[in-house]
């Protein structure tokens, strides 16, 4: 039997990305991230995403800048990311990461967020044997 040969981002991507408002305070965020076990968060707002939020944005523009806790998401988070759909291509997404310098890209349709991919997404399907599809692929450090 032949091995299927994974195409899109839609065949790797993680579905239902973890999301927040940009109405919210980063305190929630950071919540979230910890309850969902996961580095980023889609920002929305008005239904449509807004941007990205990570656990270094938090640190870098909150914590380090003396901010408070109760500081809106949209404050704190990049609001202009790279983002692609769902039929990009691999190969496609590697040079988008590489050429923005991003670990990772919110995939969307009609301006909502269905999914996300990261370096370790990729990692895992084509370089399964690598230090990052291990790290990638070990279980959560709680």
């Known amino acids: 039997m032949a091995e299927t040969v994974v195409k899109t981002v ?15 305070p980063v305190a929630v965020a950071a919540s979230l991230m910890r309850d969902h076990d996961t580095g980023c968060l889609i920002v929305n707002q008005n239904g449509r995403m807004h941007g990205i939020i990570t656990d ?11 901010k408070c806790c109760q500081t809106p998401v949209r404050e704190a988070c990049s ?3 790279e983002a692609i759909g769902p039929d990009t ?26 999914g996300i991919v990261s370096l370790g997404d990729l990692a895992l399907e084509r370089d399964p044997d690598s230090a990052l599809a291990g790290i990638s692929a070990a279980a959560a450090n709680r």
């Open 56 to 66: 270094r944005d938090i640190t870098v523009r909150v914590v380090a800048a003396d």
């Open 10 to 24: 839609a065949d790797v991507m993680t579905t239902h990305p973890a999301t927040v408002e940009a109405d919210q």
């Open 79 to 81: 609001p202009s990311v």
């Open 89 to 114: 291509t691999l190969d496609q997404a590697v040079r988008l990461m590489r050429s923005h310098a991003v670990r990772r890209l919110p995939v969307v349709e009609d301006g909502r967020a269905v």
